[in-house]
């Protein structure tokens, strides 16, 4: 196999699901009950991680051999828990995972990588004529082992995401870099079962007698996340099952997940983006002091920042003299923003001292910044302060 080949070789990472909250680590008070002070780590983690990728390795290299077993592989892997599928690297819409025959949702590109394991990647860099022909049997290698291993990991009784990821073409919409929102994952047409093969699967489609029977033989899995970081109550609550939400609290059940509470797939964010209130509060009544640390702070839009600093670049020009003389000092900018996400008003903290400069800088922060709301405990917009820094160096004498 080329070195070209080798270097593109991805193998899965576990990452954060869903795009950010802006919701804000430092508000968590240290002891919540039902709150993790920290995401799960450790020799523990280290090993179970070291472990994934060098099965992801193992893979690879049986794939783009040539000579393996896809069925027993894919019966091997679901042995141990390893529901990753075979996967390649889409050059368009751009540099994403996707697995062969297989779609899902959320999609396998939306997940960067969490959905599979081994990747194929084409290199990007031009090569011998013999390693051209060395990439292109490598990648048909792949091709041939990815379908027949999805499909037999699909296939398997023990797979736990029936209504998440099903058979279908590697060309179809579903691949493309969406986010979707947390009640629209999954395809619904499935039935309610009786047999679901896991908390997550009950909560997302069990029947209430099932969900209650892996409830009971299953408690020490209520906050394990699964390989989308999402645990039972997160899936009952991006399903809408209020019966199941209340069930899964009854028992215990975090409304922070697995990790922390500022993380997007915490049940109780997971509710707050979908602004569904009567869970926010069936999860706050179990979990009081969770509220404060569930109401964010407005976020400045990022792409306004540049706009910002060259507004305050232009504003301090020519004025460095009417600084007072001495170190830089680093100026805080409190900024009120409305419901809308418009900046109300503006403070500047300590003073410069220079006439006519705070109301000047003020003034560009309220022209340029544009922002995300805040958003009180029910995901619902409200308004708060923000607040921005500027670092000013008083003009060097000679």
């Known amino acids: 196999m080329s070195d070209a080949v080798r270097r593109h070789q991805i193998l899965a990472a576990m990452l954060a699901l869903m795009a950010p909250c802006g919701c804000s680590p430092a508000k968590i008070p240290a002891s919540v009950p039902g709150q993790r002070a920290e995401n799960p780590s450790g020799p523990s983690a280290e090993r179970e991680a070291e472990t994934r990728e060098a099965a992801a390795r193992r893979l690879a290299t049986v794939a783009a051999s040539g000579r393996g077993d896809p069925i027993a592989e894919a019966t091997r892997a679901a ?98 870099a969406e986010r979707l929102p947390p009640h629209r994952y999954g395809f619904r047409d499935l039935v309610p079962t009786d047999r679901p093969i896991d908390p997550g699967e009950a909560a997302r489609r069990g029947t ?56 997007p797939t915490a ?56 600084l007072a003389p001495g170190p830089s000092t680093v100026y805080k900018l409190t900024v009120t923003v409305n419901p809308e996400g418009q900046a109300a008003s503006c403070r500047i903290a300590p003073l410069t001292g ?12 309220l022209r340029e910044t544009r922002w995300k709301p805040g958003r009180g405990a029910f995901g619902e917009a409200v308004a708060g302060v923000g607040s921005l820094t500027a670092r000013l160096e008083p003009r060097r004498q000679p």
């Not at 490598?138 to 499909?151: I, L």
């Not at 002091?289 to 920042?305: F, K, Q």
């Not at 220079?354 to 922060?365: E, I, N, S, T, V």
Request: with cysteine; aromatic share 6%; net charge positive.
């Open 79 to 176: 042995s141990t828990g390893d529901f990753r599928f075979v996967g390649y690297s889409m050059l368009v819409p751009g540099l994403f995972p996707a697995a062969y025959g297989v779609i899902c949702r959320p999609s396998v590109v939306s997940q960067d990588r969490r959905l599979v394991g081994p990747v194929f990647g084409a290199s990007d860099v031009m090569g011998s004529a013999e390693e051209m022909a060395k990439e292109r049997a490598t990648a048909e290698n792949f091709d041939r082992f990815g379908k027949r291993y999805n499909a037999a990991l699909l296939a398997d009784r023990r797979y736990p995401y029936h209504d998440l990821c099903r058979a279908g073409s590697s060309d179809s919409r579903e691949l493309r």
């Open 208 to 263: 209430a007698a099932s969900l209650d029977r892996l409830i009971a033989s299953k408690r020490a899995e209520l906050d394990k996340a699964d390989i989308l970081g999402m645990t039972p109550l997160g899936w009952a609550v991006a399903y809408r099952r209020g019966a199941a939400i209340e069930a899964l609290l009854g028992a215990g059940a975090s409304p922070a997940g697995a990790g922390r509470v500022s993380d």
């Open 267 to 322: 049940p109780i964010q997971i509710a707050r983006a979908m602004q569904w209130r009567a869970a926010v509060e069936a999860m706050l009544k179990r979990a009081p002091a969770l509220r404060e640390a569930v109401e964010d702070p407005p976020r400045l839009i990022e792409r306004s920042r540049a706009g910002l600093n060259a507004a305050l670049a232009a504003t301090v020009k020519g004025r460095e003299a009417r």
């Open 354 to 365: 220079a006439d006519g400069l705070d109301r000047a800088l003020c003034g560009a922060a």
